[in-house]
């Protein structure tokens, strides 16, 4: 697109990226006429990949069981937004167990009358 004599804000706006990313990797580009994605970048991961399977493991195990079961089996401070991060992950979703039981069709039309 550069080379077609787009603009970096065109460009950007196309790819869904910041001007700032599209101009570093035009940079690179021109120079080594190559370009690699920078490791590092983001915030570093709070558990192994042994702690990430552990927990998905747990939730496919029993998919009631609660946050506070998984850190403690886990065996390291693990936050529940990162519990919830590795099931997403994995394509999971946490379940919670009924607090009660629903009322059935009968249960709730002799509640109505």
């Avoid at 603009?7 to 080594?32: F, I, K, N, P």
């Avoid at 709070?46 to 195990?61: F, G, H």
């Avoid at 099931?87 to 249960?107: D, G, I």
Wanted: proline residues 5%; contains cysteine; glycine residues 6%.
């Amino acid at each position: 697109m550069k080379t077609a004599g787009w603009s970096t804000r065109r460009v950007a706006g196309e790819v869904d990226r910041s001007e700032c990313a599209v101009r570093t990797c035009w940079e690179q580009w021109t120079q080594d006429g190559t370009y690699v994605q920078r490791n590092g970048s983001g915030a570093t991961r709070k558990s192994t990949r042994r702690e990430d399977r552990r927990i998905v493991w747990q939730a496919l195990v029993d998919p009631t069981v609660t946050h506070s079961t998984t850190q403690s089996d886990v065996g390291v401070p693990v936050v529940p937004q990162t519990i919830s991060r590795r099931l997403a992950e994995a394509n999971l979703q946490s379940k919670r167990p009924f607090r009660v039981l629903p009322l059935t069709p009968k249960h709730r039309r002799l509640r109505l009358q």
